[in-house]
């Protein structure tokens, strides 16, 4: 006696099928969002670079008597965040460190330069 195979899945198979996708899915969309995370993390870490360097290149064309200590409050993106200027002065021979510090949240950055008397 011959058999007729039925061609087309099983309840088990289209179960297993369906949850092999699901898993995908969910791990998919878990990396994607770890990932738009990190790349927010990262945009406002540069925007908060680049704000710490126009504080110092503005500060390089100051008059050196005119560099002092300084606190702002900035918006980097949309978020808001402090810049301070920090200056220590050496007298001999004379020059000014600079520090600036770009803080948000529990994240910051410092860039430092020294600016020599004229």
């Known amino acids: 006696m011959k058999k007729d195979f039925i061609k087309g899945f099983t309840t088990i198979e289209f179960l297993l099928a369906f ?3 699901g898993i995908a899915l969910i ?3 878990a990396f994607y969002y770890a990932s738009s ?3 927010v993390r990262a945009d406002i870490t540069r925007l908060a670079t ?3 360097i126009e504080k110092i290149e503005k500060i390089k ?3 050196y008597s005119q560099i002092q200590d300084e606190t702002e409050n900035i918006t980097i993106g949309n978020v808001q965040a ?3 200027t920090t200056v220590s002065e050496n007298t001999s021979p004379q020059w000014k460190e600079v520090t ?3 803080e948000w949240g529990s994240n910051s950055i410092n860039l430092s330069t020294i600016i020599p008397a004229q």
């Open 82 to 84: 402090e810049r301070k």
């Open 19 to 21: 949850l092999i996708i």
């Open 61 to 63: 064309g100051t008059d």
């Open 27 to 29: 791990g998919g969309s």
């Open 100 to 102: 600036v510090s770009v």
């Open 50 to 52: 680049w704000k710490a």
């Open 37 to 39: 995370k990190s790349l």
